[in-house]
Every structure is written in structure tokens, then in C-alpha cells.
């Protein structure tokens, strides 16, 4: 039987099992009446009746302290359910639990400790930067029963969650993989399909495994941007490439190298990319890009995040982007794209799985109005200002893409007017549709809906100046600033140097800059 395979976004800190939702998932196999043995117990009690707790650290609420490698030395009844969640890996067991590099209990070791105690039908659930598999030697004693991913929504490692049960009629041999369509967080409702694709490949997770869970992900042109230099392009048949930048001592500075072997930063890897839109694109980072930030756009943000906010400038619509890494967390929400689909491969070692992460850039109103008279802070012009969507990907990043007017007046040139309404879904360029919720007081000034306005201010891109008029009235410039995925105002200034452009003809009631974004 396959494991039953699932996806979760949770920030659960060194407490594993402080998480809700991971919580939630735990009660799933315990049962009220079960006697549970915490090997590594930490700080969080569990939902069991009995429960056995063991930490090595002497300070931790715990029965025994033992290292768990010994805890048969201490534990003599009969168990239900093993629960095994030590530091993930040696260097964390030393560097956030202060141990010795020996102390680290791993996995197999704890598997055959607690084999004996546990229950025919018992379950061994443990946590770790992979889906580690069961001691070799046990490996018949044991069926996989379910596999959790759970994304950390950041720069870090994922964790994945195992349940084991323990049963004679096991057949978990390695390789296998297993696909499932599901949906995210136990069941709250996402807007699209989601499927996981999980693989476990013999010992260690080669170059050669993860390209080809990335290659069923990709159809048509596609493009690869591989900073591991693992992948010969000529052999795996990809439209175009381009040479990424290797050195680690300058890896904070440059992302790619020029035809004439110049490095190219951040800023400019747009420039390096092919004139044709690519129907996918997959980014396999610098193995150390994580850790390192780089200047982009005058602030200092992950090299990362440079990268896949400055590739987004130059997509278009529809493309697919497949993110190589530690880490399932990908293209931002903000930037509009939707998650679809990961595949994680993963090896026999507890080392960190690899995820072959999928999104999707939605389709919005590109083109839009591209042949329209616009006010600019320098007067009329023609096409200075298409749909809000292309302005993100107009050539003068440094002159302001945005424009906000009060929607009261001239509701075109909100930048909501140009996204699909994520709430009676009328498309870019047209006004929303029905009631919402046959509540009027969802509509903005009656044009379109409250969340259609914040989801377009949340696309603004980390300290893009907008321009905001009221009625044709140039009230000055807003500076957003991009918090941990969402944008938020956090100032505004009337600026000083910018020409007041002349009038609108279609001038409505004076407003002042804060009425108008507030
Ligand atoms: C990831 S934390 C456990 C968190 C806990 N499950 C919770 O949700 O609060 C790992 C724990 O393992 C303990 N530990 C590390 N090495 C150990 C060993 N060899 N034997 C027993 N406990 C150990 C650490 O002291 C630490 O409290």
C-alpha cells in the first residue's frame, strides 16, 4: 500500500510539535488511550494518555535523560506509539542544542532500540529534513504509512513528517515513487490543483535524479538557469541557458556571466536572458545562495529572492517556474503566481530532501490599455504607463511604474482595474460584477471590489514609488515597502523635486494623499 502523502505551510520553530497543525496531524495517530514514548521530548507535552518523555538535556521536562540510544536501559513496558524527533541533523544538534558532535542520535540506532518495545500495529512517527527511511535491517518490520511535507516558508530547510507502522507484511524496497493530487493543510481550501510527486532513490540524491523529477515538470521551451553547473544543457535538450556565475567569494554580487565572460549582477540578470518568452523556466540556485544577501534595488535582500524577483520581471503570463532546492518555498503569492505541484526526491541518508517546487504565473490584463493617453508626473503621454502588469516589466525601472488615483473619479487608473477580481472574478480592464456576497459595501467606490485593491497594492514591488493623483490632481509620491511577502504603505511624501504635471481636464474633489490611500 502507498503512503498517504500530504503538504503543509507551518513555522513551528525548534518546538516540532508547538505547531497546530502538525499537532493536529500527530492526533491522527494517537489515539487518547495510547502509551507514547518521546525519545527526544523537548518542551511539548503530547495529546496522549500515557506518555514517556526522555531528553538528554537534564533542564527539559522529562522522565528520563538518557541518551535515546539507551532508552531501553529505562523503558520496559509495552508501547503504542515511538515518537522520534531529535535535532535533524549533527550540526544542528551542535549548534542549537550545545551538544557534542557523538550526542547526535540519528535514526537507525533509535529504530532498534525501540523495535523490541514496540506494539505489532505501534507506530514509529519521526521528523526530519527528509522522509528518513526505516533501519535497514527492520525495513521488512515496517510499512510506510504516510509522508508529510511540511514547507517552512522561507530560506529553510523543509521538514517532512514519517508515520511507520509497525507490521510483518511490509514491502518498502527502494526505489519507489508515489504521486498524489492533494489538497494543501489538510483540507483548506486552495484556489487550484496541487499534486505531490514524492521519490526515494537508492543512497544518495544524485544531479542526475533530481533533473529528471524537474524534466517531467517542463514542457515546451524552456529555459535553465543551473548555478550547480550540474547539468550538461546540450544533453537534456533545453531551449536556452544561461552561464551562471560560479565563485563563491563574489556570489553576493553577481548572478551570471556575459557572452564575453563579464559577471553580470543581480539587477541585469534580465538583460542576459533570451529576447523569446520561455514556456519554463527552472532555476537550480548557487548551493550557498541561502545564506548569502545581495544590493538589489538599493536594498539588501536574499540572493534568492534577487533572483526569482528579478527573473519575474521579465515573464510573461502563464509561464512555469520550477524552483530546485532544500526548500518547497518558491515564487511569491504577491507576484501572482500559484503553487501546483512539488516533487521531492530523497535519498536513503537523513540528509535534506530535495524539492523540485512548481508555480504558475496567473494571466492578468497584460497588454491592457497599452496604447493609452496617461498622466505622468511630466504631463500627457502616450503608452508611458500601460496596465500596471507591464509597467512591472517597462525598461526605465527607475522612473515610478505605478500610478494609484482616487477610483472615485477615474477608476482606470487604479492599478485593481487591471487584475482579475479574486472576489467575482472580472477580468483586467473591467468593473466588478454583481454584489459580492450581496454586500455593497464590498465594492470600492462601487468599481471594484475592496480585496481587488489590496491584492494589486500588495504587487508592489519593495520601495516602487507610486505615483498617486486624486481626479487628475498629483498629490505626490508613495513609498511601499515590502514586509515578509506582503507590501505595506509605510510612508508617504509629497515630493519636491517632481513637476507638478498640469491639470487634468477630468478634474474631480481636491483630496489629500493620505484620503486617497487610506
Ligand atoms: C527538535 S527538539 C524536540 C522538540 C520537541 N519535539 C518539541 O516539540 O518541543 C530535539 C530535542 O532532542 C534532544 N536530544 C538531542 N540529542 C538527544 C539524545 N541523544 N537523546 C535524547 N534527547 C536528545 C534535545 O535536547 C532537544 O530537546
Known amino acids: 500500500m502507498e503512503p498517504v502523502?500530504?503538504?503543509?505551510?507551518?513555522?513551528?520553530?525548534?518546538?516540532?510539535?508547538?505547531?497546530?497543525?502538525?499537532?493536529?496531524?500527530?492526533?491522527?495517530?494517537?489515539?487518547?488511550?495510547?502509551?507514547?514514548?518521546?525519545?527526544?521530548?523537548?518542551?511539548?507535552?503530547?495529546?496522549?494518555?500515557?506518555?514517556?518523555?526522555?531528553?538528554?538535556?537534564?533542564?527539559?521536562?522529562?522522565?528520563?535523560?538518557?541518551?535515546?540510544?539507551?532508552?531501553?536501559?529505562?523503558?520496559?513496558?509495552?508501547?503504542?506509539?515511538?515518537?522520534?524527533?531529535?535535532?535533524?541533523?549533527?550540526?544542528?544538534?551542535?549548534?542549537?542544542?550545545?551538544?557534542?558532535a557523538d550526542q547526535w542520535p540519528g535514526y537507525a540506532p533509535?529504530?532498534?532500540?525501540?523495535?523490541?518495545?514496540?506494539?505489532?500495529?505501534?507506530?514509529?512517527?519521526?521528523?526530519?529534513?527528509?522522509?528518513?527511511?526505516i533501519?535497514?535491517?527492520?525495513?521488512?518490520?515496517?510499512?510506510?504509512?504516510?509522508?508529510?511535507?511540511?514547507?517552512?516558508?522561507?530560506?529553510?530547510?523543509d521538514w517532512v513528517l514519517t508515520i511507520d507502522e509497525?507490521?510483518?507484511?511490509?514491502?518498502?524496497?527502494?526505489?519507489w515513487s508515489t504521486t498524489a493530487s492533494?489538497?494543501?493543510?489538510?483540507?483548506?481550501a486552495t484556489d487550484g490543483d496541487f499534486d505531490i510527486k514524492y521519490r526515494a532513490v537508492p543512497s544518495a540524491v544524485s544531479a542526475d535524479d533530481i533533473w529528471s523529477a524537474a524534466r517531467d515538470r517542463c514542457s515546451g521551451r524552456t529555459?535553465?538557469?543551473?548555478?550547480?553547473?550540474?547539468?550538461?544543457?546540450?544533453?537534456?535538450?533545453?531551449?536556452?541557458?544561461?552561464?551562471?556565475?560560479?565563485?563563491?567569494?563574489?556570489?553576493?554580487?553577481?548572478?551570471?556571466?556575459?557572452?564575453?565572460?563579464?559577471?553580470?549582477?543581480?539587477?541585469?540578470?534580465?538583460?542576459?536572458?533570451?529576447?523569446?518568452?520561455?514556456?519554463?523556466?527552472?532555476?537550480?540556485?548557487?548551493?550557498?545562495?541561502?545564506?548569502?544577501?545581495?544590493?538589489?534595488?538599493?536594498?539588501?535582500?536574499?540572493?534568492t529572492r534577487a533572483i526569482k524577483q528579478e527573473l519575474d520581471r521579465h515573464f510573461g503570463s502563464g509561464v512555469t517556474v520550477l524552483l530546485i532546492g532544500n526548500t518547497a518555498t518558491g515564487m511569491r503569492r504577491q507576484w501572482d503566481y500559484t503553487h501546483t505541484g512539488v516533487t521531492v526526491v530523497d535519498g536513503e541518508n537523513p540528509d535534506a530532501a530535495w524539492y523540485i517546487s512548481q508555480f504558475q504565473k496567473g494571466q492578468n490584463g497584460l497588454g491592457e490599455l497599452a496604447e493609452s493617453m496617461?498622466?505622468?508626473?511630466?504631463?500627457?503621454?502616450?503608452?508611458?504607463?500601460?496596465?500596471?502588469?507591464?509597467?512591472?516589466?517597462?525598461?526605465?525601472?527607475?522612473?515610478?511604474?505605478?500610478?494609484?488615483?482616487?477610483?472615485?473619479?477615474?477608476?482606470?487608473?487604479?492599478?485593481?482595474?487591471?487584475?482579475?477580481?479574486?472576489?467575482?472574478?472580472?477580468?483586467g480592464g473591467t468593473e466588478c460584477v454583481g454584489r459580492g456576497n450581496n454586500d455593497w459595501a464590498s465594492l470600492s467606490y462601487g468599481g471594484v471590489h475592496t480585496r481587488r485593491c489590496e491584492y494589486a497594492e500588495s504587487q508592489i514591488e519593495q520601495s516602487e514609488q507610486v505615483h498617486v493623483y486624486d481626479g487628475g490632481n498629483y498629490l505626490g509620491i508613495a513609498e511601499y515597502e515590502a514586509t515578509d511577502g506582503i507590501s505595506t504603505l509605510s510612508e508617504t511624501t509629497l515630493s519636491d523635486s517632481d513637476t507638478i504635471p498640469e491639470e487634468d481636464p477630468n478634474t474631480g474633489t481636491q483630496a489629500t494623499l493620505e484620503d486617497v490611500l487610506g
Open 223 to 303: 529555459l535553465l538557469l543551473d548555478w550547480q553547473g550540474s547539468i550538461d544543457p546540450s544533453e537534456i535538450g533545453v531551449a536556452e541557458t544561461i552561464e551562471p556565475y560560479h565563485s563563491d567569494a563574489q556570489l553576493d554580487q553577481y548572478v551570471a556571466l556575459e557572452n564575453d565572460g563579464s559577471p553580470v549582477p543581480p539587477r541585469k540578470l534580465g538583460d542576459s536572458l533570451p529576447g523569446r518568452q520561455p514556456d519554463a523556466v527552472v532555476v537550480w540556485p548557487h548551493s550557498t545562495a541561502s545564506n548569502v544577501t545581495t544590493e538589489y534595488d538599493g536594498h539588501e535582500i536574499g540572493f
Open 182 to 188: 492533494v489538497v494543501p493543510n489538510g483540507g483548506i
Open 374 to 427: 496617461r498622466l505622468t508626473p511630466t504631463g500627457w503621454t502616450t503608452a508611458a504607463f500601460e496596465s500596471p502588469v507591464d509597467n512591472r516589466h517597462c525598461s526605465a525601472p527607475e522612473a515610478g511604474r505605478w500610478v494609484i488615483d482616487s477610483p472615485r473619479v477615474t477608476l482606470e487608473r487604479h492599478p485593481a482595474f487591471y487584475y482579475q477580481c479574486p472576489v467575482c472574478g472580472a477580468s
Open 135 to 157: 533501519a535497514q535491517k527492520l525495513r521488512d518490520d515496517y510499512e510506510r504509512r504516510a509522508i508529510v511535507v511540511a514547507n517552512q516558508l522561507g530560506r529553510q530547510d
Open 110 to 133: 533509535v529504530h532498534r532500540e525501540v523495535h523490541p518495545l514496540l506494539r505489532e500495529g505501534g507506530y514509529i512517527i519521526q521528523a526530519g529534513f527528509s522522509a528518513v527511511p
Open 166 to 175: 509497525k507490521t510483518t507484511e511490509s514491502d518498502s524496497e527502494r526505489p
Open 5 to 100: 502523502l500530504s503538504y503543509y505551510t507551518v513555522q513551528a520553530g525548534a518546538n516540532t510539535f508547538a505547531s497546530e497543525k502538525i499537532a493536529r496531524i500527530l492526533e491522527k495517530y494517537i489515539d487518547d488511550t495510547d502509551t507514547v514514548l518521546n525519545t527526544c521530548a523537548g518542551e511539548t507535552p503530547l495529546p496522549a494518555a500515557t506518555e514517556i518523555r526522555n531528553d538528554i538535556d537534564e533542564s527539559a521536562p522529562a522522565d528520563h535523560h538518557v541518551d535515546c540510544r539507551e532508552i531501553g536501559d529505562k523503558v520496559k513496558q509495552e508501547i503504542d506509539v515511538v515518537l522520534h524527533d531529535p535535532p535533524f541533523s549533527e550540526h544542528q544538534a551542535i549548534q542549537t542544542y550545545g551538544l557534542e
